[in-house]
């Protein structure tokens, strides 16, 4: 397997936790009341981690080194563009669903806040998260908990100011349907 496709996996299960604890009933005002996976998921979950450190030690030792110098200020090494597609019946600008452009690009610094490990609720990082997994990391990788730190990804968004097709969007990162 391809350091870009270990990559690739990762930002998917990032993503997929995410929306797990997004919509958790714990959260107030955030969701739909899924329930978080069950420990088997988990545990299957954290074998497939093993696996992969054991695979491909450099990704391990590429995240230790940048993360041991200063745990959530690493500089971002992936920007990657995004146009955001806002399907309207016609309304004006501002009106819903054709959301304003402030309301839409302000969803830009949440996410690029959540892959920064700084993101809403990373303040109640729940006690026992990775806590099997937390157990075979140096010391520089876990928290005063003992938990696995949040990470700082490395990556970070940005409002596309091309569509695919190489023309320039209007709107920078924003595709309005009528």
Avoid at 148 to 173: H, M, R, S, W, Y
Wanted: charged content about 10%.
């Amino acid at each position: 397997m391809e350091l870009k496709s270990i990559l690739v996996s990762i930002l998917s299960l990032t993503l997929f936790n995410i929306s797990v604890f997004a919509q958790h009933p714990s959260f107030p005002n955030r969701g739909c009341g899924t329930t978080p996976p069950p420990d088997e998921w988990e545990n299957h979950f954290q074998q497939l981690i093993q696996q992969c450190v054991q695979q491909h030690p450099e990704v391990l030792n590429d995240f230790t080194q940048r993360n041991s110098a200063n745990s959530n200020q690493i500089q971002a090494n992936y920007t990657i563009p995004v146009i955001i597609h806002v399907i309207h019946g016609g309304q004006a600008v501002g009106t819903y669903p054709n959301l304003a452009y402030g309301q839409l690009t302000s969803q830009i610094q949440v996410l690029n806040q959540d892959f920064d490990g700084t993101g809403y609720n990373s303040s109640t990082y729940p006690s026992n998260a990775f806590v099997n997994y937390a157990a075979s990391l140096p010391a520089t990788n876990k928290d005063g908990n003992g938990r696995v730190k949040i990470a700082n990804t490395g990556i970070q968004f940005c409002l596309a100011t091309q569509d695919t097709a190489g023309n320039i969007l209007p709107e920078p990162g924003v595709e309005r349907i009528n």
